[in-house]
Structures are given as C-alpha cells and as structure tokens.
C-alpha cells in the first residue's frame, strides 16, 4: 500500500516562499503520477499542480502558474512543490495524491477523482 506523507506547510508572510514535500513509502514512487492539491476553509478541493511519473510533463492550474513549481526525484520517493510570490488567497491545507496511469496515458491530470492515494494534508498560511 503506497503511504504519502506531505512536510513543509507553515505560516509565511505575503510574498514569501515554502517547499512542501511529498514522501511516500510502500512503493516506488516512480510508478505515479503525483497531484498537489488544496483546500480552504468552506471550498471544494482543487488541483494545484501535478507531474507525470517521468517528471518530463507538468501542469499548473492558472492560479498558481508561473509562482509555484513542481519537481520530484524518484531516487528519493519525494516530490515537491516549491512556491514562491505566495498570497494569502493560496492559504489552505495543502495534500499530495498519487494514481498509477493506464497505458499511453502519459499525462498527469488535476482532478480530484482521478487520484487513489491521499496524504494527510499539511497547513499552508498566508498572513501579515
């Protein structure tokens, strides 16, 4: 059973930066395609960001795109999501999810139902 763990989350001011990481244990992570997801208080959970299992594909949601950044080494099981220019609309609890793809599907996607494994979220605030 692959377990995800997520580390990095804190209070930042506006402007700052945090890396999360996502550490799994069970399986290679290698075998994935990994999400970043987020959700703040009253709203529905929402794709943030995810990478293919080679790393060679990414997609960010427009939100986020061209301030955060993800990335993974497979040789350490973690991937990470390196935010940057942060607001405090991006504030919520932040989770990484994992789904083995079918054949041919060599693109990650950013929906919540498209995942089968959940970390246990780790708390990003925004705040002054």
């Known amino acids: 059973q692959l377990q995800l763990v997520e580390s990095g989350g804190g209070l930042v001011q506006p402007g700052g930066s945090l890396r999360l990481s996502c550490a799994a244990s069970?399986?290679?992570?290698?075998?994935?395609?990994i999400g970043w997801f987020r959700q703040a208080p009253g709203k529905e959970r929402e794709g943030v960001s995810c990478?293919?299992?080679?790393?060679?594909?990414?997609n960010y949601a427009n939100s986020v795109r061209g301030r955060f950044t993800i990335s993974r080494d497979n040789a350490k099981n973690t991937v990470y999501l390196q935010m940057n220019s942060l607001k405090p609309e991006d504030a919520a609890v932040y989770y990484c999810?994992?789904?083995?793809?079918?054949?041919?599907?060599?693109?990650?996607?950013?929906?919540?139902?498209?995942?089968?494994?959940w970390g246990q979220g780790t708390q990003v605030t925004v705040s002054s």
């Open positions: 990478i293919n299992k080679s790393g060679a594909r990414t």
């Open positions: 999810a994992a789904v083995a793809p079918r054949p041919f599907q060599s693109m990650c996607g950013m929906e919540v139902e498209g995942y089968d494994y």
């Open positions: 069970g399986f290679g992570l290698d075998y994935y395609h």
